[in-house]
Antibody
Framework: QVQLQESGPGLVKPSQTLSLTCTVSGGSISSGSYYWNWIRQPAGKGLEWIGRISVNGNINYNPSLKSRVAISQDPSKNQFSLKLSSVTAADTAVYYC????????????WGQGTLVTVSS | QSVLTQPPSVSGAPGQRVTLSCAGSSSNIGPGYDVHWYQQLPGTAPKLLIYDTTNRPSGVPDRFSGSRSGTSASLAISGLQGEDEADYYCQSYDPTLVAWVFGGGTKLTV
């Protein structure tokens, strides 16, 4: 059973860069044909897909965030990461990392989520 | 405003059957892109309930079922239980947006 765990600062100042890491255990991010995703949820609101990366390095971003987002992976640490630049209060949310469910576009495995607040 | 439209709230009595709707468009659900459903309990991550429109992951009770008709999809829950009280989200793909999109969620009260 794969497990995902987000980590990173819980408070980021406006205009700075939000950086989060997802550590995967119980499975390798380098095996299979999975995509590894970032999804966020502002308090009391719905879910928003941010982007994804595959084992062979294919990356897709939500066009609404594309100019500010970068997703990368570190197979040696079994981790993948998110950077979101020029943040504003609108980026305050719980950020989840998630793995696609086999070859489906759905997300079968999720981290517990981490709250990131953008405030000075 | 979400690309997929869900009613903000639905309620039902224990034992009843309820249907949660997810309205899309000719850009996403209409052309046949798969729809997925998630259950989110307060303070927890979403849990996959239905994938590829009609399939249940192992461990999900058969009280939960998914379907599609035209540009909309539905999640049916039969034999409602108190533990089903949660937020439910639908998800699909929109090629015009080049993004995976979610509905705004429906709060189910039992």
């Amino acid at each position: 059973q794969v497990q995902l765990q987000e980590s990173g600062p819980g408070l980021v100042k406006p205009s700075q860069t939000l950086s989060l890491t997802c550590t995967v255990s119980g499975g390798s991010i380098s095996s299979g044909s999975y995509y590894w995703n970032w999804i966020r949820q502002p308090a009391g609101k719905g879910l928003e897909w941010i982007g994804r990366i595959s084992v062979n390095g294919n990356i897709n971003y939500n066009p609404s965030l594309k100019s500010r987002v970068a997703i990368s992976q570190d197979p040696s640490k079994n981790q993948f990461s998110l950077k979101l630049s020029s943040v504003t209060a609108a980026d305050t949310a719980v950020y989840y990392c998630a793995r696609n469910y086999y070859n489906s576009g759905s997300y079968g495995d999720w981290g517990q989520g981490t709250l990131v607040t953008v405030s000075s | 405003q979400s690309v997929l439209t869900q009613p903000p709230s639905v309620s039902g009595a224990p034992g009843q059957r309820v249907t949660l709707s997810c309205a899309g468009s000719s850009s996403n659900i209409g052309p046949g892109y798969d729809v997925h459903w998630y259950q989110q309990l307060p303070g927890t991550a979403p849990k996959l309930l239905i994938y590829d429109t009609t399939n249940r992951p192992s461990g999900v009770p058969d009280r939960f079922s998914g379907s599609r008709s035209g540009t909309s999809a539905s999640l049916a829950i039969s034999g409602l239980q108190g533990e089903d009280e949660a937020d439910y989200y639908c998800q699909s793909y929109d090629p015009t947006l080049v993004a995976w999109v979610f509905g705004g969620g429906t709060k189910l009260t039992v």
